[in-house]
């Protein structure tokens, strides 16, 4: 706990010099509210507006934790799949890398066509976004099995699925837990891109409303509701990895 | 006797394609191991004991021959032997108790046997305290320890260990020489052992199969005439250093000068300056 309160405050202090200086500089230099908020008027805008900002966050948490649940599940299932079923990898792996050449600009739209303005196109988006990764990396921890212990659970009569259950699984939990950590801050700022293609609530929604009336400090505001929004579901991971990563494997997924 | 293993006229041809030629890696092996026995094979790097484990274990078919266990024919069946690796092969994401348990569930063990029989043995061999710890905190010797009981405990009656001790350092392999020997002297397994240190094979056997390089075949079968239980003690007996001195002629490489490979070495050195080239 001593260490990580010592790895904790360089960060902490370069952060807390940054915000000084941003002050000073805004003060001194008598820039415009509407050009840049000092950090001072923004965390008084936070304090007012406080209520909204809550609602607002509320829903972007649950469409990022909808998607986000159901985009890892299905890159998990994926994933499994692909390598359990032969062949499957050859011929749909390169189709999965194709996917994310989509641009999510385009996507948007045309979901939002297909499915209208609900919260369906929004999962789908997420979905899109976040199976991605959570596949690519549980697909390398499945197939790179340390082939010393490949062998030995062939030679002590291993079946398909034990193998499966028993050494590829457990290997690839680390690359899982690497795949969701970068799904999850994917997952955040798709949610904030789903709200503002089409619907009436999320943080996406009202950081397009801040800007349109030059509320420079509200989209301050709500930028630092996005980064806590990040780091908590970063850090939540981060907990879960701990509880199921035993062993040495767990320094394979940093 | 019955016999726990047969290995009849097992032969073993790699195929070439266009780059390499056919390799002969197995010639006609066959020996047996009788039940309670303890067989070590020996031989130099590269004669085809890998090959042969994996034939032994199921996991390639020979070219030629049968092998049988207890009479009954193994060809490309998995799971029919307890196995030790060179490498301690546990897994990493599971404590030493799981380990073991894992070896015993995938050989069929209940899975409450399974912990009961760990829990006793862990507790008999004196490694109770890392019970619950993971492996990758165990130093190599200790690693090997585990190793080695979640082969003794997995229920099948030939144990076929793989140069278990290949890599550790010379002072701990003088001790699980030992620990083993005690161990198996307890319990009297069928093994098959694997290595290339004269001495070990000497130390723990009760018969020694000399196998020559690629491709194996069999130079000579010793008998190793020293009575159970032993100890360090027969280093110092004077057969003990006879019979070493006898196997070591045996496995001797060829003078220099006299083998192929060595001779067109030579050849290259001297004609550097080739006029080709």
Known sequence: M??????????????????????GAVVLLGINEYELPSPLVIG?????????????????????????????AAGFVLAALLHLIPGAKAGFYPL??????VPVMALGPLLVI?????????????????????????????????????????????SKSQLFWRLELPHAVPYLFSGLKIAASYSVISAIYAETIGGSEGLGVYMRLSMRGWQTANMFAAIAVVITLSLVLFGLIFVLERLFVRGTAGSKGE | ???????????????????????????????????????????????????????????????????????RSTLGKRGEIAYMPQQASLMPWLTVARNIELALDIAGVDRKA???????????????????????????????RVSFLRALLSPQPLMCLDEPFGALDALTRMQMQTWLLSLWEENRRSVLFVTHSIEEALLLSDRIIVLSASP??????????????????????????????????LLRPEEPGSGGRKEGQAHGICQEPSPVG
């Open chain 2, 216 to 249: 194996a075949t069999i130079i000579r079968e010793i008998e190793v005439p020293f009575p159970r239980p032993r100890g360090e003690m027969i280093w110092s007996d004077p057969l003990f250093n006879a019979m070493k001195r006898e196997i070591y002629e």
């Open chain 2, 1 to 71: 006797m019955e016999l726990a293993l047969e290995v009849a006229g097992v032969s073993k041809i790699f195929p070439g394609d266009g780059s390499s030629a056919a390799r002969t890696v197995l010639d006609h092996l066959t020996f047996h191991i009788k039940d309670g026995e303890f067989v070590t094979l020996l031989g130099p790097s590269g004669s085809g004991k890998t090959t042969l484990f994996h034939i032994i274990g199921g996991l390639e078919k020979p070219s030629s021959g049968d092998v049988r266990l207890y009479g």
């Open chain 1, 114 to 158: 297909w499915f209208g303005f609900g919260l369906m196109p929004k999962i789908i988006l997420l979905t899109i976004v976040c199976f991605f990764p959570i596949s690519v990396a549980m697909l390398t921890g499945l197939t790179k099995s340390d082939p010393k212990l490949l062998n030995y659970m062939s030679m002590i009569g291993a």
């Open chain 1, 2 to 23: 001593a260490s990580k309160i010592r790895r904790l405050w360089p960060p902490l202090a370069v952060l807390v010099i940054v915000l000084a200086g941003w002050q």
């Open chain 1, 96 to 101: 999965l890398v194709l996917t994310q050449n």
């Open chain 2, 114 to 144: 399974a912990r009961i029989l760990s829990r006793e043995w862990l507790e008999r061999v004196g490694l109770a305290e890392v019970r619950d710890a993971y492996p990758h905190v165990l130093s190599g010797g200790m690693q090997q």
């Open chain 1, 44 to 72: 008084a805008t936070a304090y007012e507006e406080a209520p909204r900002l809550f609602e607002h966050t509320k829903a972007t948490l649950g469409i990022t934790m909808l998607g986000f649940i159901i985009g890892s």
